[in-house]
């Protein structure tokens, strides 16, 4: 008898899982309209997302003008997130706080909007136009509900979407570096300064652009030369102001001696020839 125990278990098992999936199949070919709303939020109530959104798909356009839409509709756009459709729930969301305004979960699915289009934010390498769309959002949340008690959550994701495009802004001008595109380099190092003028990556930044410009100078055709090397003295002179104790000091320094001698040297060749 003791053998045939786990078969036993296994068809009970079975029978109960075709007997929900049947409950469940026959709900979605159901006409009614309440019976089907009552088990919609009994699924989402036990977390069966997919199952609750599935059923409130196919009620909200049945719901409308019934008080129960707009609760559907708030708990569809939830059930999108909960899957991790980031980017259909952050529609959803949006189309329910412009659909009620004056709700009492309005403010909720204006932040939600805001967190779907944050977890959406690709990975630094990749394009950021969700990012840059994502801090959007963000701050009209903040200008729109500024005591909200998600304030402090809201205002963290928009730090870590900033610190997101600070480090794509400054890989991208450390490969321009590092693939000797060095008048590219500068451009973007510069930009980076402007950008993010209280970055970690400040005094990398600073010495980098340094060090570009030294590069480009000295590969630079003669009559570019001079110029192009006063331009790195001041850089130097900007980065030893900036970070006097930097670990790079000595290199700097190297670049701006050199830099200071073929000045010189065309200065006096310059002179020499007038």
Same mark, same amino acid.
Request: glycine share 4%; net charge neutral.
């Given at each position: 008898?003791? @053998?045939?125990?786990?078969?036993?278990?296994? =068809?009970?098992? +079975?029978?109960?899982?075709?007997?929900?999936? @049947?409950?469940?199949?026959?709900?979605?070919?159901?006409?009614?309209?309440?019976?089907?709303?009552?088990?919609?939020?009994?699924?989402?109530?036990?977390?069966?997302?997919?199952?609750?959104?599935?059923?409130?798909?196919?009620?909200?356009?049945? =719901?409308?003008?019934?008080?129960?839409?707009?609760?559907?509709?708030?708990?569809?756009?939830?059930?999108?997130?909960? !899957?991790?459709?980031?980017?259909?729930?952050?529609?959803?969301?949006?189309?329910?706080?412009?659909?009620?305004?004056?709700?009492?979960?309005? !403010?909720?699915?204006?932040?939600?909007?805001?967190?779907?289009?944050?977890?959406?934010?690709?990975?630094?390498?990749?394009?950021?136009?969700?990012?840059?769309?994502?801090?959007?959002?963000?701050?009209?949340?903040?200008?729109?509900?500024?005591?909200?008690?998600?304030?402090?959550?809201?205002?963290?994701?928009?730090?870590?979407?900033?610190?997101?495009?600070?480090?794509?802004?400054?890989?991208?001008?450390?490969?321009?570096?590092?693939?000797?595109?060095?008048? @590219?380099?500068?451009?973007?190092?510069?930009?980076?300064? !402007?950008?993010?003028?209280? +970055?970690?990556?400040?005094?990398?930044?600073?010495?980098?652009?340094? +060090?570009?410009?030294? *590069? =480009?100078?000295?590969?630079?055709?003669?009559?570019?030369?001079?110029?192009?090397? =006063?331009?790195?003295?001041?850089?130097?002179?900007?980065?030893?102001?900036?970070?006097?104790?930097?670990?790079?000091?000595?290199?700097?320094?190297?670049?701006? *001696?050199?830099?200071?001698?073929?000045?010189?040297?065309?200065?006096?060749?310059?002179?020499?020839?007038?």
């Amino acid at each position: 008898m003791l @053998s045939f125990r786990p078969a036993f278990f296994l =068809l009970l098992l +079975s029978t109960l899982l075709l007997g929900s999936c @049947s409950g469940y199949q026959k709900l979605l070919k159901s006409t009614d309209v309440n019976k089907k709303y009552e088990a919609a939020i009994q699924y989402y109530d036990k977390g069966d997302f997919f199952k609750a959104g599935t059923l409130l798909e196919e009620l909200i356009p049945l =719901l409308k003008g019934r008080p129960e839409a707009e609760k559907a509709q708030f708990y569809f756009a939830n059930t999108n997130y909960r !899957q991790r459709n980031y980017t259909l729930s952050a529609f959803y969301f949006k189309n329910f706080h412009d659909t009620y305004p004056n709700s009492e979960y309005a !403010q909720e699915a204006y932040f939600m909007q805001a967190k779907s289009l944050f977890k959406d934010s690709p990975e630094y390498q990749l394009d950021q136009t969700n990012t840059y769309t994502a801090i959007e959002v963000i701050q009209e949340f903040l200008n729109r509900y500024p005591e909200s008690r998600f304030r402090a959550e809201v205002e963290g994701m928009s730090q870590e979407l900033q610190k997101k495009l600070e480090t794509k802004a400054f890989t991208g001008a450390r490969l321009y570096y590092d693939l000797r595109y060095y008048q @590219s380099a500068v451009t973007a190092f510069t930009g980076f300064q !402007q950008g993010y003028p209280a +970055s970690p990556y400040g005094e990398q930044a600073a010495f980098l652009k340094l +060090s570009a410009q030294y *590069d =480009l100078a000295h590969e630079s055709v003669e009559n570019k030369q001079q110029e192009r090397y =006063l331009e790195a003295i001041a850089f130097y002179q900007s980065f030893i102001d900036a970070f006097p104790q930097s670990k790079s000091l000595k290199e700097a320094e190297r670049m701006y *001696d050199l830099a200071r001698t073929a000045v010189d040297k065309m200065k006096t060749a310059g002179t020499a020839a007038n």
